[in-house]
């Protein structure tokens, strides 16, 4: 049953919620720490070093639930075989004492890195420390050193010490200062709180906060530049060094992000805008919603996400966890909950209206056994199997062309401030105009079980069209107590003009991840079929719209497992 039963492609990171709903992620349940865990994991904070990718993640090395928080590491050279050392950060002293809960890495201009990290001290407040390395010259990292001067940020000036947690990557300023967010709120407003160093040692808090939100708590706060696409900008795609920052041409050629995971609501959104170092002011730029309705990296089950900067390609990359809707029972027959999903690229679309995502280049590696179908076209009603490969573990890329779009549905302007809920209304199994069309995945041959990832395409009466991309995990299991909702968003593609859209899905035994339009929309979702599981899972392209549609290309490849986690010798 879930992953551990069925060899996944990626448990990297396994995470530390083992529940039947979505619960809050401090939540203690003394009652299943006893649990031995091999792998538990709430957020990762990961860093390039001396060849080497390091992943931190929180661990509780006795329970498939949240408590007994160390930070886990695992090391890889590549991002796909990985290997498990020994936990970096456990508590230890007084001010981590009842935890050590997540933080971020930042490698100094020195070269040395350090590890800032929320503890919770004996009074049960949140503080933030600081590690450094013992052994410089070991590139794995194994032993790491808290100085006595800790906590080096404590939650004073009436800051709310039970919500002051996940201290971003630090970056360094034109004015010789080190900055840093840590995510706090008051009363139902979410808070970026800015602090300041020249030294690393001694912080200061701003005087207002860096940025904030009706939106209740705001858990791993992330910031970071991302490049522009413009006239001679031909490596927008590219991720941006803050270092780089220190040189005006590359500044002006940059827009920032800021990234907040919302405790409330247990999902994540960002904005795209500016940043001003001398006021230290942060500003959404028009047309990105601050709020609820933000867009998101990811509209299904992923949270308290973290990117980085990888000098090895230049590129930003940015990690989720994946959480867990199997149900307590047999988390506790696991022993481990959630899951680290595949390690993405990101960088901001030529447009400037949002980020893009795609699988980092790495994974091709894995592809093994590869099938294809060219130019099949699917008339309303029909569906077609994807046969000669095993599809439980796979990468599925395919393109959907529809000519005739004269039919498409009215779209009611209220249904963007939720596509959640338009696509439980309208889910894979009510019949469309144009959609629903895309993929059943993780099937089985009866097509009892079956996960759909599709697309259903609106007009507007303006003329314009609105596509709408789902997960719709109702059928995945007959098992009814498990957390399955349907998950949604909106892809911004112009599909008049091109009458075609892109779809790469991920398949991975209990997941199912999903990029749509190029990676414009990502959904990831966790199931867990019952029948449709090794040999028995097929996969299908559907159509239950009247429009037809055509595949011009379908290319699979089973997908071989890496090295996952295997203990160092």
């Not at 709120?185 to 701003?206: I, P, T």
């Not at 099938?371 to 077609?384: M, P, Q, R, W």
């Not at 993780?442 to 069209?465: C, G, I, P, Q, W």
Request: proline letters at 6%.
């Amino acid at each position: 049953m879930g992953m551990a039963a069925t060899a996944p492609l990626f448990w990297v990171a396994l995470l530390l919620l083992g529940t039947t709903a979505v619960r809050a992620s401090h939540i203690v349940y003394p009652e299943l720490q006893s649990l031995e865990a091999e792998q538990v994991d709430e957020t990762s904070r990961p860093m390039y070093y001396k060849g080497l990718y390091h992943l931190f993640y929180q661990y509780n090395p006795k329970g498939a639930v949240w408590g007994n928080i160390v930070w886990a590491h695992s090391v890889s050279t590549d991002l796909i075989d990985w290997t498990a050392l020994d936990p970096a950060v456990y508590p230890s002293k007084p001010f981590d004492v009842n935890g050590c809960w997540s933080g971020s890495a930042t490698v100094l201009p020195s070269g040395v890195p350090a590890l800032m990290y929320t503890g919770i001290d004996p009074n049960k407040h949140q503080v933030q420390n600081v590690a450094y390395p013992k052994n410089l010259s070991d590139p794995f990292l194994r032993e790491w050193v808290k100085p006595g001067y800790n906590p080096v940020i404590a939650p004073d000036g009436g800051v709310n010490a039970s919500a002051f947690r996940d201290p971003t990557t630090a970056w360094y300023g034109p004015d010789g200062h080190w900055r840093l967010l840590v995510g706090s709120k008051v009363d139902h407003k979410g808070l970026a709180v800015l602090y300041r160093s020249r030294d690393f040692k001694r912080w200061v808090r701003a005087h207002h906060p860096f940025h904030s939100g009706l939106t209740g708590m705001w858990e791993c706060p992330d910031f970071f530049p991302v490049a522009v696409a413009g006239a001679g900008r031909r490596h927008h795609r590219r991720g941006v060094d803050t270092a780089e920052l220190r040189d005006k041409a590359v500044a002006e050629e940059v827009k920032y992000v800021l990234k907040v995971s919302l405790d409330l609501t247990r999902y994540e959104y960002y904005t795209v805008g500016t940043y001003d170092h001398a006021t230290d002011r942060y500003n959404p730029d028009a047309g990105f919603q601050d709020n609820d309705y933000g867009l998101r990296y990811d509209y299904g089950d992923f949270y308290a996400s973290k990117s980085f900067y990888d000098p090895v390609k230049r590129r930003r990359i940015l990690w989720g966890w994946a959480n867990e809707s199997d149900t307590v029972p047999d988390d506790r027959k696991k022993g481990w909950a959630g899951i680290q999903a595949i390690p993405r690229k990101l960088w901001l679309s030529p447009g400037g209206r949002q980020l893009i995502q795609w699988p980092v280049e790495e994974i091709k590696v894995l592809r093994g056994k590869h099938v294809s179908v060219t130019d099949k076209v699917v008339k309303g009603g029909e569906y077609l199997e994807v046969t000669g490969f095993k599809s439980v573990q796979s990468d599925v890329e395919a393109a959907f062309e529809i000519k005739d779009l004269s039919k498409a549905e009215e779209f009611n302007p209220a249904w963007l401030t939720d596509p959640q809920a338009l696509c439980k209304k309208r889910g894979s199994a009510v019949n469309g105009e144009v959609g629903p069309f895309g993929l059943w995945v993780l099937a089985d041959a009866d097509l009892t079980e079956r996960t759909a990832v599709f697309f259903r395409v609106f007009r507007t009466n303006t003329s314009k069209h609105v596509v709408l991309m789902c997960n719709d995990p109702t059928r995945s299991s007959f098992e009814s107590q498990i957390y399955r909702p349907t998950f949604a968003g909106f892809v911004n593609v112009d599909i008049a003009k091109t009458k075609k859209i892109a779809l790469r899905t991920l398949i991975d035994h209990s997941v199912v991840e999903s990029f749509g339009g190029g990676g414009r929309t990502c959904i990831l979702t966790r199931v867990y079929p019952k029948k449709a599981i090794g040999d028995a899972a097929h996969l299908f392209v559907f159509n239950h719209g009247e429009a037809e549609i055509k595949v011009t290309n379908l290319d699979a490849w089973e997908l071989k497992t890496p090295k996952m986690n295997v203990p160092q010798q």
